[in-house]
């Protein structure tokens, strides 16, 4: 039986959907690490979409409670998973997403996933800044220590890079390790 011209058109359209993806580039570390310089950096630098996470919890109501021992809201990631990875299917820009949270969104939504480190000394001066209570600054300090962000980004099976914000950020240097994992900036992509 002879294929359509509109079979084949139909066809033809719907490889040229899959072919052209947005790129998402996850910014993850521990609270006080950089995330939201290195995020809003690579955001305006490549003309992407910026989102905070922390915004959006506030707006889509998910948290579960507050902790008033560590002062922050109680969020299930897997309601969080599921929410971004809706905002990334249904984004018609390239986007940035920014959140000691956001490597929870599954690796097949997400391009690489960038974790931010920094030098514990300036960590805990950063954290105090914040007026974190002495207990939250040794929890984040421990999640520092023992990698809990980069950790858990690897075992969901994330393309990782780490990048220090202990010195000054060097934004040429991270796009172009960007680029190394094949993600071109001048718009959509193929895969």
């Known amino acids: 039986m002879p294929v359509s011209f509109i079979n084949l058109v139909e066809k033809y359209l719907k490889h040229v959907a899959y072919c052209f993806v947005m790129v998402v580039i996850i910014v993850s570390g521990t609270p006080g ?7 809003k950096a690579i955001a305006k630098a490549l003309n992407y979409g910026y989102v905070d996470v922390k915004r959006l919890i506030r707006k889509w109501k998910l948290s579960e409670c507050y902790d008033s021992k560590r002062k922050c809201l109680v969020v299930d990631e897997k309601k969080l998973s599921k929410k971004l990875e809706e905002l990334i ?4 820009e ?8 956001s490597h929870f969104v599954n ?5 690489v996933c960038i974790i931010t480190k920094t030098d514990l000394k300036i960590l805990e001066k950063r ?7 002495k207990q939250k600054i040794r929890d984040n300090l421990d ?10 980004a690897k075992s ?4 990782i890079i780490v990048i220090s914000t202990t010195k000054r950020l060097n934004i040429r240097a991270l796009l ?6 094949g993600i071109r900036f001048s718009g959509n992509r193929i895969k």
């Open 156 to 159: 969901l099976g994330h393309k």
């Open 94 to 101: 390239d986007l940035v997403i920014d959140s000691h949270l």
């Open 89 to 92: 299917k249904n984004s018609k």
């Open 127 to 133: 954290l105090k800044s914040r007026k974190y209570s």
């Open 176 to 181: 172009s390790g960007l680029d190394s994992y």
């Open 107 to 111: 690796p097949k939504f997400v391009d």
């Open 143 to 152: 999640s520092e220590i023992f990698d809990v962000c980069f950790e858990e």
């Open 33 to 39: 690490t950089g995330k939201t310089v290195v995020a």
